[in-house]
């Protein structure tokens, strides 16, 4: 499929029918000397830039990009710097300083990896102002995605935004980039799997749309580097390069789709609700987003395995056995995250109504579940084998979290979101509470 045709165009699709959208104009990877040449292409006359970046992306290339856009650019840096934490991440209270400067600028300029880049997006989105995107990672594929992920009154929110209008990675910047940051790129990156199986179920119980052709794009391109991990730690130039074509296409995925359902699954719940938690209770997050992802990764795969032979009438026989309290897991969510109780309350309502469906119609539509979505996933003895060639952590133990938190985390993260994932139809067959329990108890490690 060529990427290219598709930049800046709305389309009907042959697959589903609906009309869908990429607005991202253009995508560069190349010396950071182009970097003026691809600005003014970007900019289209337009002259008053916001640079935002954070302390530790100022350094590694926001200074750098400044000083050589300063001649032909208005340029007004704000760098932000950490409060209340160790590092600066996507939360509600760095928006008003974005705001502040936003308004008089005619471009934002993102330069960093996720925090930066959502927190642009979100500025950008507010204020109608375009936004373009100079990552320093392969880190994630919010790049190009529609859509921002913030922490706001402490719940993990994800929001629909404009993508960058056009994003710029420099060689050089992201061959330079923190190790962890690349592995983390890599590790999210093999979400989209399990993700769009996710998807899929959701639109097989629920109805909502669905369509092919995001997991379509990013599928090819996913072969070229998924095996190749040990080259990643090598910083090799040419696996860099596609992981970092890898992470935008995933975003553009999402554009098509209209949300991030192709690259967001399950496994992303269970780093959200990480990032809730350390939000709350720690001075920093456990690990980088796509590490987080990736031990969400390993669990999903472990239910997809475990559920994989079911029978239909295994299946209703589980769901009459699993009891519902749904209002003791209530309780103990708003009890670990007090300050998000009336928007946790908004998602939990929606679970409870698809929960309602599930329980209703699994049983008839299992047989088509286990066609559609089952085969699209990664086996776990795959999976592993691949994140252990990249040395990426499979067990969320080995990011920092207690056997209690790691417990809540499985069991409860698909309650912060009114979506089905996998995690639902574990939690309504018992399946989930038995895996977690095996997986606290090491029986997964
Ligand atoms: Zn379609
Ligand atoms: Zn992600």
Redesign the pocket.
């Known amino acids: 499929m060529d990427i290219e045709n598709l930049m800046g165009r709305e389309f009907r699709?042959?697959?589903?029918?609906?009309i869908?959208r990429v607005s991202t104009l253009y995508i560069d990877n190349g010396p950071s000397g182009e970097i003026p040449l691809f600005l003014r292409k970007a900019a289209g006359g337009k002259n008053k830039i916001l640079l935002l970046a954070d302390t530790i992306t100022w350094e590694a290339a926001g200074e750098k990009y400044g000083k050589l856009i300063e001649k032909e650019f208005n340029i007004t840096p704000v760098v932000l710097s950490p409060e209340k934490e160790k590092r600066v991440t996507a939360r509600e209270s760095y928006l008003p300083a974005i705001r502040k400067e936003a308004g008089s600028a005619d471009i934002i300029v993102t330069v960093g990896t996720g925090t930066v880049t959502d927190l642009g997006k979100i500025t950008g989105e507010e204020t109608g102002k375009p936004v373009i995107s100079f990552p320093t990672a392969p880190s994630m594929n919010g790049y190009t995605s529609p859509v921002a992920a913030y922490i706001k009154e402490g719940l993990k929110l994800t929001i629909p935004v404009k993508p960058a209008l056009a994003v710029f990675s420099s060689q050089e910047v992201l061959s330079n980039a923190p190790m962890e940051l690349i592995k983390a790129g890599f590790a999210d990156s093999l979400a989209k799997a399990f993700a769009n199986a996710d998807w899929q179920i959701s639109s097989i119980i629920t109805g909502e749309?669905f369509?092919?052709?995001?997991y379509e794009i990013v599928s090819a391109s996913e072969k070229e580097y998924m095996e190749k991990g040990d080259m990643l730690l090598k910083r090799d130039p040419k696996t860099l390069d596609k992981l970092m074509e890898a992470l935008n296409l995933g975003g553009i995925s999402m554009s098509?789709?209209g949300k991030s359902s192709p690259a967001s699954g399950g496994e992303h719940l269970i780093s959200h609700f990480l990032d809730m938690y350390s939000h709350l209770y720690r001075e920093e997050i456990f690990a980088y987003h796509g590490l987080q992802v990736g031990t969400g990764v390993i669990f999903s795969s472990l239910l997809y395995e475990e559920m994989k032979d079911l029978s239909a009438g295994d299946v209703k026989i589980l769901l009459q056995e699993t009891s519902q309290e749904y209002g003791k897991e209530f309780e103990r969510l708003v009890s670990l995250f007090p300050t998000a109780g009336t928007l946790l309350e908004r998602e939990f309502r929606e679970k409870m109504r698809q929960i309602m469906i599930l329980r209703e119609s699994l049983h008839d539509k299992w047989e088509d579940i286990k066609r559609k979505a089952f085969p699209m996933v990664y086996e776990t003895e795959k999976i592993r084998k691949v994140y252990e060639k990249a040395d990426i952590p499979l067990h969320i133990s080995k990011l920092g979290a207690g056997e209690e938190l790691v417990l809540d985390s499985l069991i409860l993260a698909r309650f912060i979101r009114g979506r089905v994932t996998i995690l639902d139809l574990a939690g309504e067959t018992g399946i989930l509470e038995k895996v977690a329990r095996k997986y606290v108890m090491g029986d997964y490690t």
């Open positions: 699709c042959k697959r589903c029918g609906e869908h749309s369509c092919s052709m995001p098509i789709a």
